[in-house]
């Protein structure tokens, strides 16, 4: 467990333990939200059971990633971790969306 906690902190590029712990919790309070919420958008939209996959999977693109990072940043936000989260949303876009970028240090 030790040994999965130093690469996080290498991979994150975070000093303290303390913020190890808020980053993962605020992951974990994220999904836990995003459970909640994610049935009430579907039916809002209408989707149900019937609807075939290529829609439900366009919606989830489109809409559902979206709640989901704006879930991120607002637990981030509250739990005093928003530059973090701000740039790890910042990459997954731009990994969705194929953008290269530099590299650090090039």
Request: glycine content about 4%; proline content about 3%.
């Amino acid at each position: 467990m030790k040994k999965f906690w130093l690469k996080l902190k290498e991979r994150w590029e975070i000093e303290s333990d303390r913020q190890v712990a808020l980053i993962l919790t605020v992951f974990a309070l994220t999904g836990f939200s995003f459970l909640f919420v994610s049935p009430y958008v579907e039916h809002l939209l209408g989707l149900t059971e019937e609807d075939p996959f290529w829609l439900k999977a366009v919606v989830f693109v489109v809409i559902m990633l979206p709640i989901y990072n704006l879930l991120l940043i607002a637990w981030g936000t509250l739990l005093g971790q928003f530059r973090f989260f701000r740039s790890f949303i910042i990459r997954f876009f731009k990994r969705l969306l194929f953008i290269k970028t530099k590299k650090r240090g090039k």
